[in-house]
C-alpha cells in the first residue's frame, strides 16, 4: 500500500522559513516524481512545486525565489525548504506521487494527510 506521510508545518511569522519532509512507502521512491500542493481555506489545491526523477524542479510563480523542492532517495524523502514565507503562503501542503497501480491496472494519484502551515503578519 502506497502511503505518504508529511510532516514540518507549524506557526512561523511572516519572513520566516519552514522545512517540510515527506516520506514514501509502498512504491519504487527513485523513479517517480513527487509533487506538492497546497489547499488554504476556501479554495481549490494547488500545485506549489515538483521534481522529476532525474531531479527537475518546476515552481508555481507564486514561490519561485522563495521555495525549493529536494529529495533524498535513499531516504524516500522529499523536502520542501520554505523562506520568506508570506501570510498568503498559509495552507494545508500535500505531497502527490502518481504511479501504476497493478491492482486496478491504471494510474493512481496518492495524496498525505496534509501537514498545516499558518504565517502570521
Known amino acids: 500500500q502506497v502511503q505518504l506521510v508529511e510532516s514540518g508545518g507549524g506557526l512561523v511569522q511572516a519572513g520566516g522559513s519552514l522545512k517540510l519532509s515527506c516520506v514514501a512507502s509502498?512504491?519504487?521512491?527513485?523513479?517517480?516524481?513527487i509533487a506538492w500542493y497546497r489547499q488554504g481555506p476556501g479554495n481549490q489545491r494547488d500545485l506549489v512545486a515538483s521534481?522529476?526523477?532525474?531531479?527537475?524542479?518546476n515552481y508555481a510563480d507564486s514561490v519561485k525565489g522563495r521555495f525549493t523542492i529536494s529529495r533524498d532517495n535513499a531516504k524516500r524523502t522529499v523536502y520542501l525548504q520554505m523562506n520568506s514565507l508570506k501570510p498568503e503562503d498559509t495552507a494545508d501542503y500535500y505531497c502527490?506521487?502518481?504511479?501504476?497501480?497493478?491492482?486496478?491496472?491504471?494510474?493512481?494519484?496518492?495524496w498525505g494527510q496534509g501537514t498545516q502551515v499558518t504565517v502570521s503578519s
Open positions: 502527490n506521487v502518481n504511479y501504476y497501480s497493478t491492482n486496478l491496472k491504471r494510474p493512481v494519484d496518492a
Open positions: 509502498g512504491i519504487i521512491f527513485s523513479d517517480k516524481p
Open positions: 521534481i522529476s526523477s532525474d531531479r527537475r524542479t
